[in-house]
């Protein structure tokens, strides 16, 4: 019942990620809730072992209908990777209680932000080229690899803000350029509890199917009804973020 309740849960995370990020939200707490005497690192390091795939083939749909910044994600990407390596082992050592109590204001700001802005990530204009896009990108890709590595909710809605707010991209091309990244931030944590054995490889393949299967579904919608769409999908999955971790941080 555990491992069909955890297919069902990766599904659904699949599919949240697929569009706007977010499955994070599903899928950790049902590990934590299906086997709550395993230690959390395992926990986290199988869900990456799942979200990793998703991700893989939603960026492969994106990619077929959406031209993106190679030159500077591809930058990003390997700066994510580290990033991730670094902050998965960094929670190995360390607790993330202060993370765990910030995370819903930070998440707060960025939606009551994005609502205030109601053209915001509607239309697509780069604000930045050459060199400068390269840092910025560059940037973004390691601070928000960090970010997973050592904690991880939330990761896929805040790369799509910062693409849109700070690089000028549409939700669109944000959620695209966005599985790039995550893809790479995935596979540096994974390797990292991988390697110090906190990953139920097992679990993680059967969950990997059932996200692979939501990731498909979403990233069709999304490609379907575009930056308006995903848009909308944003706001309602911050806005669940912000209650969920709310909850988690204070009142759990």
Known sequence: ???????????TAGFMDAIVGGGGLVLVPALFAAFPDTAGATLLGTNKSASVWGTAASAAQYLRRVRLPWRSLSVAAVLAFGGSLAGAWVVTWVPTDALRKALPVVL????LYTLARKDLGLTHQPRFT???????????????????GIFGPGTGSFLIFLFVRWLGHDFLHASASAKVINIMTNLGALLLFG???HVI?????????????GSLIGTRLALRHGAGFVRGAFIVVVSALICKTAYDAFLR
Do not use: C, P, R
Request: aromatic content about 10%.
């Open 130 to 148: 050459g060199k400068a896009e390269l840092a910025a990108t560059g940037a973004v890709g390691l601070l928000l690899g960090f970010y997973d």
């Open 108 to 111: 707060g700001a960025l939606l």
């Open 201 to 213: 490889w097992t679990l993680g393949l059967a969950m990997a199917v059932a996200n692979i299967s």
């Open 195 to 197: 390697l110090k054995g």
């Open 1 to 11: 019942m555990e491992w069909a309740w955890m297919a069902l849960a990766s599904l």
